[in-house]
């Protein structure tokens, strides 16, 4: 009776858990058990294990075999188990040395051929490897994701043949490119259009550069065809690129989802525009097997949502608690899953349903109040600034195009300005709390006027802070060590959404 051990690593969303299996062979009438929690996905390895170890040559046990996928309460789904099965058997069946699986992790799937075709969701388990110092034998088709992390201990395999040889020490498996001359964050950084080719709209920029410096959520209202979609497309060529291990952590999620990581792009901050049709699922992540959504693939980037009126409001109602948080927790009964979600969140919409307010409108202000109910109050809250992108003045298409400021220029200011706020408190001024803001440089006196204005739009506290946290990023970009006034009351301007409903009360 002969039994072996494989190290493997199971997938739980961006974790990758250790898994044993444990083979084992014995008298008795030929049969193929497997245990230890294994979904539908994992149950087919049976079949696939059984046609991969005869098609590659091997000879497959015609006795009694258990294979324990350890630990046992852990949830298993998923092809990549295949591999590591295959070995057990192997090695239980003394085809394969067991003293050769030492240090060793193994995961992928198997044709029925034997080749070895990749698996979702690799870059947490080379993470989780690397971490250990194990030595992972993973599929050729997962060698990108294995070049991000520029582990030197992966080998990656071909066929079962290609890591049979290799176990008994008869060649090498191939192993990653140590030369990562990709990894420029230079090269892969502002391939995006330019904020110069946005005619007029100079309040919006200004906007923009104070949402990109301080991280802050911006709304923007106005009319259709006045630039909104344009103006928020270019706010990734204002932002920084990633460091390592931000555009890890951004890879790690992308890789749980099923999406290919271009290495070009390694270091550029992600930007996402989900249609107004995506469900709650789509936008927070979910499913019977957990995946993230858009506002974890939007982690360290920018999440822009278009027409945001138009989306249902209880999707829109799902992204307030991680916009305060930063992650998203999705419970199962199986498991309690956490995925991060710190992201930027940039939206647009028009200031009623027939696009128009004032003279030129065709609704109601009832009508219009109804529109703008579709967006919650606290949600509406989670916005810094909120501003309106207006139409262009007559002759602004045909007149000489002015040399506006390009987004290399922005983008110098911006950077500047986060070097001076991750010095002074380590975080973006997004992120400041309560206590941090009381030592931001603000006057006593200032801060009073400030809570007066407040009172007088009717804003809530949280937004007193945002308000706050706004001045702080406009002095700032000003280099001044104090906030003053003006910046108190520049914050105070970037409030359309409030101005407009206020006039609708009015009337």
Request: charged share 20%; proline share 6%.
């Amino acid at each position: 009776m002969a039994i072996a051990k494989v190290a493997t690593r199971a997938a739980v969303g961006v974790e990758a858990p250790q898994v044993w299996v444990e083979a084992h062979i014995s008298n008795g009438l030929p049969a193929f058990n497997l245990v230890g929690l294994p979904e539908a996905s994992v149950k087919e390895a049976r079949e696939r294990v059984r046609s991969a170890l005869i098609n590659a040559g091997f000879e497959f046990p015609q006795r009694r075999i258990t294979i324990n996928l350890a630990p046992a309460d852990l949830p298993k789904q998923g092809g990549r188990y295949d591999l590591p099965i295959a070995i057990g058997i192997l090695a239980a069946s003394e085809q394969l040395p067991l003293q050769a699986l030492e240090d060793h992790e193994f995961i992928g799937e198997l044709a029925l051929s034997g080749e070895i075709r990749e698996c979702p969701g690799m870059l947490p388990v080379i993470v989780a490897a690397r971490r250990k110092a194990m030595k992972l034998v993973i599929p050729q088709g997962n060698r990108s994701e294995a070049e991000l992390v520029g582990y030197a201990e992966i080998q990656l395999a071909q066929h079962l043949q290609h890591v049979a040889a290799y176990l008994h020490g008869q060649m090498q498996l191939p192993g990653i490119t140590r030369e990562m001359l990709w990894q420029d964050t230079v090269s892969c950084h502002h391939e995006h259009s330019c904020l110069s080719d946005v005619i007029g709209q100079y309040q919006a920029k200004q906007a923009l550069e104070i949402a990109a410096a301080g991280g802050h959520n911006l709304l923007m209202l106005g009319p259709p065809g006045t630039g909104k979609t344009m103006l928020a497309s270019r706010i990734i060529s204002l932002l920084p690129p990633l460091n390592y291990e931000e555009a890890l952590e951004v890879a790690a999620l992308h890789s749980v989802a099923g999406m290919t990581m271009d290495t070009t792009q390694f270091y550029q901050r992600p930007f996402r525009a989900p249609h107004h049709t995506s469900s709650a699922i789509s936008l927070v992540g979910g499913g019977s097997v957990p995946r993230p959504g858009e506002i974890s693939l939007a982690h360290h980037g920018v999440l822009f949502l278009d027409e945001v009126a138009e989306f249902p409001r209880r999707v829109l109602d799902c992204l307030r608690e991680p916009m305060e948080t930063g992650e998203v927790v999705i419970s199962r009964a199986a498991a309690k899953l956490t995925f991060a979600a710190r992201f930027q969140l940039i939206a647009a919409m028009n200031p009623s349903p027939c696009g128009d307010t004032g003279t030129d409108s065709r609704a109601t202000p009832d009508q219009i109040r109804r529109y703008l109910s579709r967006l919650s109050g606290p949600f509406i809250d989670r916005f810094d600034l909120t501003i309106e992108v207006p139409k262009l003045p007559a002759g602004t298409l045909t007149a000489p195009k002015a040399e506006g400021e390009t987004s290399a220029n922005i983008a110098a200011r911006v950077r500047s300005a986060r070097e001076v706020q991750l010095s002074r408190a380590g975080v973006l001024n997004c992120q400041l709390g309560s206590k941090a803001l009381k030592q931001a440089g603000f006057k006593s006196a200032d801060l009073v006027f400030l809570e007066q204005s407040v009172t007088k739009l009717g804003l809530s506290v949280r937004s007193f802070h945002r308000l706050q946290r706004v001045a702080r990023t406009i002095a700032d970009l000003q280099q001044s060590s104090t906030v003053e006034r003006r910046h108190i009351a520049q914050a105070l301007g970037y409030r359309a959404m409030d101005r407009l409903l206020t006039g609708l009360r009015a009337q």
